[in-house]
Nanobody, 126 residues
Framework: QVQLVESGGGSVQAGGSLRLSCAASGFTHSSYCMGWFRQAPGKEREAVAVIDSYGSKIYADSVKGRFTISKDNAKITLYLKMNSLKPEDTAIYYC????????????????????WGQGTQVTVSS
């Protein structure tokens, strides 16, 4: 089975930075895709940034220019570098993954991922 564990969340002032990490284990295929979602109180879970199996990166409009997604293929670890954080970035951030070759032109939805982590809280204060 695949297991995803997020870390790196915390509380920061507006304009600050954080880097989230997602350690994955249990993958038996070399081809996989991963991504970050977030859910704020009273809102639906939304995609933040993803990497398809070919390495293509897609970002939500709200985070373009501020967030950077990357992964370490050897360790199968996903990262999300968040700069210039805003109070509206406050949410629980979830790591997601799926197996198989996939090429995305636009942000995928929750149904495109079969494996999920438990989430890590990010709080940005004014």
């Amino acid at each position: 089975q695949v297991q995803l564990v997020e870390s790196g969340g915390g509380s920061v002032q507006a304009g600050g930075s954080l880097r989230l990490s997602c350690a994955a284990s249990g993958f038996t295929h070399s081809s996989y895709c991963m991504g970050w979602f977030r859910q704020a109180p009273g809102k639906e879970r939304e995609a933040v940034a993803v990497i398809d199996s070919y390495g293509s990166k897609i970002y939500a409009d709200s985070v373009k220019g501020r967030f950077t997604i990357s992964k370490d293929n050897a360790k199968i670890t996903l990262y999300l570098k968040m700069n210039s954080l805003k109070p509206e970035d406050t949410a629980i951030y979830y790591c997601a993954a799926d197996r198989g070759p996939r090429l995305w032109w636009t942000l995928p939805g929750e149904d495109d991922f079969g494996y999920w982590g438990q989430g890590t809280q990010v709080t940005v204060s004014s």
